[in-house]
């Protein structure tokens, strides 16, 4: 009863360590660190920490000295973060319960770490047959002696037949009654037997309390945890899942929920279409929309299935999947998603028609070395070639050659013997009773003498035959006497003939055992394959109804939209021109709901390896500050996913591509094809960037309030790249904000809410300054040596929030959220901004607008505000949705320079492209004007940003080499851009902005040489006044005037580049006048003293 005690008590343990330690209720893994020295009662440290060095595989010295060390705390952090827990056990007595299992495993098996952590354990312990049940992950998910029992591959069982003397806790009760429910076993003793462990019998009746407390707390786990489908998925996973599986009953449920949120329901039905033909649910932030010209064509453009197939059409493959890796490359072309998966089916679908059959060359060309099927070489080698759609075809044809090769083999042989039969045929003697001729009627005739086959004619014959049934069949006779050979001839044959079709039938079956061998699948585009893939063609074109009519120039407009939600690009389809009939009649609606269920799947766009490392580097483009604007509240902001930086490349290089394969392609020189870096950030178009991609979002939805885990999704991309994104925007004088996806804020509690808080503070904290204290850390940080390390501000996304007064969301929560928020980035001087995608032309222009906001928006007493930036996501048509967006701020609670103040806060937010043929509505009587119509829409857009809001944004940012960013950026310049008095002079203008284009963003550099060369010239000039050889050379040689016209260069520079400076013309001006006063005051001293010694 030790054991079970043992195994009882660790709950009782870990409560007790709840309440043991300050705030443990509340507290996360984070907090671990924040812990003092001092063990928490109860707690074997030793123990602890030979688990943390187990499980971490961490031999540090510091987790060896028996003290609750920072060390010890931050590997237990670690643990913490690595195997999740589930229950109601806080996470620190959780980690700690968690060493001490580890440990427990540990005293049993010391290597236990190098066998579970090493590559293809799991794999190795899943059954050959995938879809059989595995009870030996149930062994691992109990106690240390069962999975010890397991690791050691130990066959010592405790002594099962005295089973019945173990008294069984209820909770083991249950444990053994569910397993032998799943197992099958008939009684505990088989269950003993099947389940051994490393101890005695109290040790298995602690195992059972295991599993019955793991079945107990999610009814059905065990069943989960001997699927087959959880051991798949437990082997593709990181080793993290391993350590989980070992770990704490918390840690195991953790990994079932983990498992069945991941795992979709199987169904016994399997849909008629893939998953990609539908329109899949929103993913969060890994999900956007996003329409191009691709996208566009595979919408309006038949489908040339000829073109695309020519490549394949005469190929032949040695697997299916090879063939299916060849039509994916052809058909990718002319085929989307939903018709490429289509195609994957039936191509590798349990019809198998791409299929076909032919002989292997090599192994029929091995047959003469095989003594059996040398003689058969000759005859299979003529169909070598031969293709047929089925293995039975083959076979026949193979066999048909075989059994005439046989069959003339067996009928010259009983040639041979009938020939040697009549030729060694000898004189008889008439044997019959009666004469051949009745001699009372007839006369005497002359007739021929009886010839028959003697024993001697026999022996002849039997020496001419190698087939043993042959020779039995003549041996048992009996033969004809005859007058002629023929005869005798014909005896032989009709005697051995009956027997020809066994023996081919018997010799053709096995030889056909053998040569089956050399019958190999071959894959190719039959017309069985080939008709699939046209039923499929027929379904990827436009849709064949009255409103696709003209479709590839009335959606031209949504080339290269971009939206964040399904739900604006919704608008922009529902903007998109109806079609108008032959008679010019307006057809309705404008698309059908096939079109737009279609055009939605297309433009749905997943992030592909979401997981992965970025690459981080400057993202600066080769351009200068963000340029001085008339307006300097005016902003133009961008939203900058991380998925914008391409996939770290992998330490492994790719195999050498096959030079024989004309698909292949050539392997990139590494020294010519550096790795691709993130996609830089114009600044000279943008003043303000956020990094998109962080997600607030529960890890089990569907669980209650204290299973769902609220986390933060993706928040590794920002700790590597955040030094890299907020240099780069301070360089270049642009704000940087980090923006966080508030997914179910409306659902969130207070301690929900009080994390989402903690979070947000504490990835919006300042890094340090040097990323290493070396050179390359020093020529890192100077560029932007006096620019804040860290981000200007948070953007926060509010999903689902409508802005209206009977808004059903508890906007409550919003409130305190943000409130919060702003209280601990305040006191960094940070702000807080927000951003809504509410519908606007769904709704009719007298509905009140964020007046729930009031408080938030306006200034307080203090004169600070809460909310610094709204940025809405405007749906189209623009044109309508700015004015609304307008009109109901006019309508709402704000008054005066309140609404003005609120106005002059929002930020409408606009895709980066898809603007060249949105355009604007002539006025009456105005003829259209093709070339003056292309972006109006959107140079009117800028023009009313200007003049009601506080500037214009994009989501995502614009590429550099976008096919509308040159022009959009073209007409913000012209319209919000403050040009210099040279402005008229281009070849100055030139010059200048060369200058600055370098200046601005290297300032830190200036402002250091300035400083120095103006500490020389002041040392210098103070220096004159007692010496004459510095005398001499601070005046007479000029060193000064030259250091001093260098400085008042430096300082004009930065004035002139940098309009947010604020000490450079300051120092300028007093520069020019301590220079006067210096040389005022030099002119009196000679007048006075003379010349200086």
């Known amino acids: 009863m030790i054991a079970i005690l043992e195994r009882l008590s660790r709950g009782a343990r870990a409560a007790a360590l709840a309440l043991a330690l300050p705030g443990a209720a509340y507290a996360a893994c984070s907090e671990i660190a924040a812990l003092d020295a001092r063990a928490p009662e109860g707690v074997d440290i030793g123990a602890v920490q030979r688990g943390l060095r187990a499980a971490l595989q961490d031999d540090d010295p510091r987790l060896q000295d028996r003290l609750f060390g920072r060390y010890t705390r931050a590997a237990l952090e670690r643990l913490c973060l690595a195997v999740p827990r589930a229950g109601s056990v806080p996470d620190i007595p959780g980690t700690l319960a968690l060493a001490e299992d580890y440990d427990r495993l540990s005293a049993l098996m010391p290597l236990w770490p190098e066998t579970v952590l090493a590559e293809g354990f799991l794999a190795a ?137 991941e795992t979709p329901a199987e169904t016994d039905t399997p849909p008629p279409l893939p998953a990609s033909c539908g329109i899949p649910p929103e993913n969060g932030v890994l999900t956007y929309m996003s329409f191009g010209q691709r996208q566009l064509d595979l919408l309006t453009d038949r489908v040339d299935l000829d073109a695309a197939l020519a490549p394949v059409a005469e190929s032949s493959f040695v697997t299916a999947d090879a063939q299916w890796k060849a039509l994916r490359v052809a058909l990718s072309t002319v085929f989307d998603a939903c018709a490429l998966d289509q195609a994957q089916a039936l191509t590798l679908g349990p019809d198998r028609p791409g299929e076909m059959f032919t002989l292997d060359p090599g192994k029929v060309a091995a047959f003469k070395l095989d003594p059996m099927l040398s003689a058969r070489e000759p005859l299979v080698a003529p169909l070598i070639g031969i293709v047929a759609p089925r293995r039975e075809d083959l076979r026949a044809g193979i066999e048909t050659a075989l059994a005439t090769a046989l069959r003339a083999a067996l009928d010259a042989e009983i040639e041979l013997a009938a020939a040697t039969a009549a030729g060694a045929a000898e004189p008889v003697e008439d044997v019959r009773d009666v004469p051949r001729v009745d001699e009372a009627q007839f006369d005497q005739l002359d007739l021929p003498p009886l010839i028959g086959v003697t024993d001697a004619s026999m022996i002849a014959v039997l020496e001419t035959l190698t087939n043993d049934a042959f020779k039995a069949e003549l041996e048992a006779g009996p033969f004809m006497v005859a007058t002629n050979p023929d005869l005798i001839k ?105 079109l737009i269920e279609r055009a939605t799947a297309l433009a749905l766009t997943r992030v592909p390896d979401p997981a992965e490392p970025r690459v981080t580097a400057q993202l600066a483009s080769d351009c200068g500050c963000v340029p001085e604007r008339v307006d300097q509240d005016t902003n133009v902001y961008g939203f900058y996913p991380f998925w914008l930086s391409p996939v770290k490349p992998t330490a492994t290089p790719a195999p050498p591509a096959d030079p024989a394969d004309p698909a292949a392609d050539p392997a990139p020189d590494a020294a010519d094809a550096p790795p691709p870096g993130p996609e830089p950030i114009d600044f000279g178009l943008l003043s303000q960037v956020a990094f998109y991609g962080l997600e607030f979002a529960y890890e089990f939805p569907g669980k209650p309030v204290g299973e769902r885990n609220l986390r933060l999704e993706n928040v590794g991309h920002w700790t590597d790249m955040k030094r890299d994104f907020v240099t780069s925007a301070h360089r270049h004088r642009a704000k940087a904000d980090l923006a966080f996806e508030m997914r179910g804020w409306s659902d969130w509690t207070d301690t929900e809410i009080a994390d989402a808080v903690e979070r947000i503070d504490t990835q919006s904290q300042p890094f340090t300054r040097f990323r290493t204290l070396s050179w ?179 989501w995502p940012i614009p590429l550099l080499d976008g096919p509308e960013t040159a022009r959009l950026s073209g007409i913000l310049s012209a319209e919000w851009n403050r040009h210099k008095p040279d402005a008229d002079f281009a070849t100055l203008r030139a010059r200048s902005a060369a200058v600055c284009t370098w200046a601005c963003p290297n300032r830190a550099y200036l402002t250091l040489a300035a400083m120095a060369l103006f500490a020389l010239v002041a040392l210098l000039t103070w220096r004159s006044f007692y010496s004459g050889t510095v005398d001499y050379i601070a005046f007479r040689l000029g060193a000064v005037w030259v250091g001093t016209a260098v400085v008042v260069a430096l300082l004009f520079v930065l004035t002139r580049c940098d309009f947010r400076a604020f000490w450079p013309p300051l120092l300028l001006y007093a520069l020019v006048a301590m220079l006067a006063a210096i040389m005022l005051f030099d002119i009196i001293q000679r007048a006075r003293n003379g010349p200086k010694p």
């Open 125 to 261: 312990l899943l059954p050959e047959n995938t879809g059989a049940p595995n009870p030996v992950l149930l062994r691992l998910a109990a106690t240390p002696p069962m999975i010890a029992g397991v690791l050691m591959a130990t066959s010592i069982r405790p002594d099962c037949g005295v089973i019945d003397t173990l008294d069984l806790t209820p909770t083991a009760a249950k444990g053994a009654e569910t397993l032998m429910r799943i197992t099958g076993a008939t009684s505990l003793e088989s269950l003993c037997r099947a389940f051994p462990v490393d101890g005695d019998l109290d040790d298995f009746g602690a195992a059972l309390a295991a599993l019955g407390s793991i079945e107990a707390a999610r009814p059905g786990a065990l069943q989960v945890l001997q699927s087959p489908g959880f051991g798949t998925w437990l082997a593709a996973g990181p080793s993290e899942r391993v350590l989980a599986l070992l770990g704490t009953d918390d840690a195991v449920l953790h990994l079932v929920d983990a498992y069945l949120a």
């Open 490 to 594: 014909g005896d032989v044959r009709a005697l051995l003939r009956p027997l020809v079709e066994g023996q081919v039938t018997e010799g053709v079956a096995a030889d056909m055992a053998l040569i089956d061998g050399a019958i190999a699948p071959v894959w190719r585009l039959t017309p069985e394959l080939r008709g699939g893939i046209d039923r499929i063609a027929r379904f990827s074109g436009a849709l064949d109804d009255p409103t696709a009519a003209e479709l590839a120039t009335r959606m031209r407009s949504l080339v290269g939209l971009q939206y964040p939600t399904r739900r604006l690009f919704g608008a922009a389809l529902a903007d998109v021109p109806p079609a108008q009939s032959a008679q010019g009649v307006t057809i309705e609606p404008n698309l059908s709901e096939a």
């Open 776 to 954: 390359q850390g020093l020529r890192e940080a100077l560029p932007t040596l006096f620019d804040p390390a860290r981000v200007d501000g948070v953007t926060l996304i509010f999903e689902d929030y409508d802005g209206r007064p009977d808004s059903q969301l508890n906007v409550g929560k919003m409130v305190t959220l943000i409130e919060q928020v702003q209280n601990r980035l305040s006191e960094r001087g940070q702000s807080v901004n927000v951003a809504f995608d509410f519908a606007l032309i769904d709704v009719g222009g007298r509905q009140e607008l964020m007046n729930d906001l009031r408080e938030l928006l306006i200034r307080g007493r203090d004169k600070e505000k809460t909310i610094d930036k709204i940025l809405v996501f405007l749906e189209r048509p623009t044109t309508e949705t700015k004015k609304r967006l307008r009109s109901r701020m006019e309508r709402g609670d704000f008054r005066g320079a309140e609404r003005s103040e609120v106005l002059r806060s929002i930020i409408p937010v606009l895709p980066p492209a898809g603007h060249e043929f949105v355009e604007q509505r002539p006025l009456p009587g105005e003829a259209p004007d093709p070339a003056r119509q292309k972006f109006s829409q959107f140079a009117d857009d800028v023009v009313y940003f200007r003049d009601n809001f506080a500037g214009i944004g994009f």
